[in-house]
Nanobody, 126 residues
Framework: QVQLVESGGGSVQAGGSLKLSCAVSGIDFSRAFMVWFRRPPGKGREGVAISYPDDGRTDYADSVKGLFTISRDTGKNTLFLQMNGLKPEDTAMYYC???????????????????WGKGTQVTVSS
């Protein structure tokens, strides 16, 4: 059974930091494409950051470049998202997702991912 369980969300003031975690089980984490998405209030889900499995590459949405850092601990099957310089517009439910399929896909298109967590809420006040 595949499980992705997010944690680390909470309420912070603008300019603050949070570190999200996603504990993964049931898949070969070391070979999975791992991504963080978020869903702001009243909006659709949007991609935030991706961690590639083979070469350690990462990529980010333009809105979070230089502020957020995605990383993974393969030994602990855990994905992280360090979020610094948080803004009110970062308020959202944050989800981790995994892709285990071969083939090509659009990086931040949610249809490209096979498994999802239930999310953790991040609220940033001004």
């Amino acid at each position: 059974q595949v499980q992705l369980v997010e944690s680390g969300g909470g309420s912070v003031q603008a300019g603050g930091s949070l570190k999200l975690s996603c504990a993964v089980s049931g898949i070969d984490f070391s070979r999975a494409f791992m991504v963080w998405f978020r869903r702001p209030p009243g909006k659709g889900r949007e991609g935030v950051a991706i961690s590639y499995p083979d070469d350690g590459r990462t990529d980010y949405a333009d809105s979070v470049k230089g502020l957020f850092t995605i990383s993974r601990d393969t030994g602990k099957n855990t994905l992280f998202l360090q979020m610094n310089g948080l803004k009110p517009e970062d308020t959202a439910m944050y989800y981790c997702a995994a892709r285990t399929r071969a083939g090509s896909w659009e990086t931040f298109n949610e249809t490209g991912y096979d498994y999802w967590g239930k999310g953790t809420q991040v609220t940033v006040s001004s």
